[in-house]
């Protein structure tokens, strides 16, 4: 009994002495920073008050605090918050030490950056640990972010990426252990994707410092999008240097559309990411749903200036892509970018009455958010490729369509391009060389051509039909969305121009008008 007695007497002598060490701010900020140095090797500094509340739990609160980063960052705090609240557990604070369950942080901003040498903000952190063998839990209860700043990226350069939190909640924060994550916020500052929420097991291993983010969904909308998209898998993160992610086993779910995706990030000092996309069968019009809205040209935007300012490797493989009104199979597109430049290694598919080729390098043009780069379509098939693009006229022939960047965005041209086809024949031109009063009927030994796309219409700067003796150029001519015609045209026969007419209707119903006006000066 009397054992007891003394043992009860000794746990009331360190209770009052805790009462008095916590009326005692300076006291109680040396204790968490003794248990900061002892359990991370960093200094922490508590600027702010420091505030108890000894119900329904003993939680301290304390304001502007800042954990110190590695001394190769010039200073760069690792870790700073407006407000900090722990769950403090009394018994171990009795004989000294301070144990904590439920931490909340508001405010906060992390910095996992790294210098030019390789030294990062976690390094020094992650070497203590292993070194002196700890293992086992730094936070026993939940941890809470709200408000949070995210940076990872090489210090000094454009690889810092920013990341704006709304919410971050760990069951804990340990190495050697799994906990459950909860992240919801903005990716990226401008956000590039929004309403981000995120569910896993993270794992942090003290000896690597290579965490594991285990069964991830996330799902979040592009920035301005109306439709949601959802992303599962595994996310590898090295923190040692330089910084590395890694998604393994990727599903990309946007509307109805799924792709597999694995892919990898390295921030070098020119960052670097790959990524391989697989689908069976992709819509590009329904996969744009998944980005457009209100804000969809601004999201473009910022992703045509986020991926000029990497260097990456991009590896695409579909069975099938509905590109339009175009069915491609077979698609394949393989793309390296360094240093600003981005070379076209293989790029092409096979469509309706031919193939599709892309030649050259890519160029991204930042303000008008337009992937651009030359195109060729080997046409065997005539008719297959017009009904395809939605022109159901009655053709044969084989050639050659070329299209590139207008290089003249002031005037609201997309692409121009040339065609020439060779030894076919093309059902609708026997009406029009009957109004020529030619004698042909609808075969044509080249028909070539130049022309400027435009949002819903095709102008042609030159177009001419060849067919024996006989020549018919086109004047003005254009083609719009809908079919409908316009321009002239006329005849010619051994270089004598004899008639002309006037182009109106569509391709299925034309209409042709006698004007001996427009006949050119020859």
Do not use: C
């Not at 069915?327 to 309706?352: N, T």
């Not at 028909?447 to 060849?466: D, H, K, M, N, S």
């Amino acid at each position: 009994m009397s054992i007891l007695v003394a043992g009860l007497a000794i746990m009331l002598v360190g209770f009052v002495a805790s009462l008095d060490m916590l009326a005692d701010q300076d006291r109680l900020k040396q204790l968490l920073s003794a248990h900061a140095e002892n359990q991370l090797g960093r200094q922490l500094q508590i600027d702010g008050d420091v505030s108890l509340h000894f119900f329904p739990r003993l939680r301290i609160q304390a304001g502007d605090v800042r954990l110190s980063g590695s001394r190769a960052l010039d200073g760069l705090d690792l870790l700073s918050s407006d407000r900090i609240s722990a769950e403090i557990r009394l018994l171990p604070l009795i004989v000294g030490r301070v144990e904590t369950g439920e931490v909340a942080l508001q405010g906060a901003s992390l910095n996992l950056l790294f210098d030019d040498n390789g030294e990062h903000n976690f390094s020094g952190l992650l070497r203590r640990r292993e070194r002196q063998g700890a293992r086992g839990l730094l936070v026993n209860g939940p941890l809470r972010l709200e408000d949070l700043s995210l940076q990872i990226g090489t210090v000094g350069t454009e690889s810092v990426q920013r990341l704006s939190v709304e919410r971050m909640e760990l069951d804990g924060l340990a190495f050697d252990r799994a906990l459950r994550l909860v992240f919801e916020g903005d990716i990226g500052i401008p956000a590039m994707v929004e309403d981000v929420t995120v569910n896993g097991v993270l794992f942090f291993p003290a000896a690597t410092g290579k965490f594991r983010l285990a069964d991830m969904v996330l799902v979040g909308r592009a920035a301005g999008a109306e439709q949601p998209f959802r992303l599962s898998g595994a996310l590898d993160f090295s923190a040692h240097p330089p910084l590395q992610m890694q998604l393994v086993d990727g599903q990309l779910e946007i509307v109805d559309q799924r792709l597999q995706i694995e892919g990898s990030y390295e921030a070098r000092e020119r960052p670097y990411f790959s990524l391989d996309l697989r689908a069976q069968a992709l819509d590009a019009a329904r996969l744009a749903q998944g980005v457009a809205g209100s804000g969809g040209e601004d999201w473009l935007a910022a992703l045509a200036g986020w991926t000029a300012a990497h260097d990456y490797d991009l590896d695409v493989q579909l069975d099938r892509l509905d590109l339009g009104s175009w069915p491609l199979a077979d698609a394949l597109i393989r793309v390296s970018a360094a240093d600003d430049l981005a070379s076209i290694e293989q790029a092409g598919a096979s469509l309706p009455g031919g193939t599709i080729e892309v030649l050259g390098d890519l160029a991204v043009d930042r303000q008008t958010s337009l992937l651009s780069a030359r195109v060729r379509i080997e046409i065997d098939q005539l008719e297959s490729m017009l009904v395809a693009i939605g022109l159901p006229l009655r053709a044969e022939g084989v050639g050659q369509l070329l299209i590139e960047p207008s290089g003249d965005a002031q005037s609201g041209a997309l692409a121009r391009g040339s065609l020439r086809f060779f030894d076919g024949r093309i059902e609708e031109l026997a009406g029009l060389r009957a109004a020529l009063g030619s004698v042909a009927e609808a075969g044509f030994e080249v028909l070539e051509g130049r022309f400027v796309v435009y949002p819903g219409r095709v102008e042609f700067a030159e177009f001419r039909i060849l067919e024996g003796a006989e020549e018919m150029e086109f004047d003005r001519f254009s083609l719009d969305a809908s079919g409908g015609l316009s321009g002239s045209a006329w005849l010619s026969r051994t270089g004598n121009v004899e008639e002309a007419v006037a182009l109106g209707g569509t391709l299925a119903r034309p209409r042709y008008t006698s004007a001996d006006g427009l006949l050119p000066n020859r």
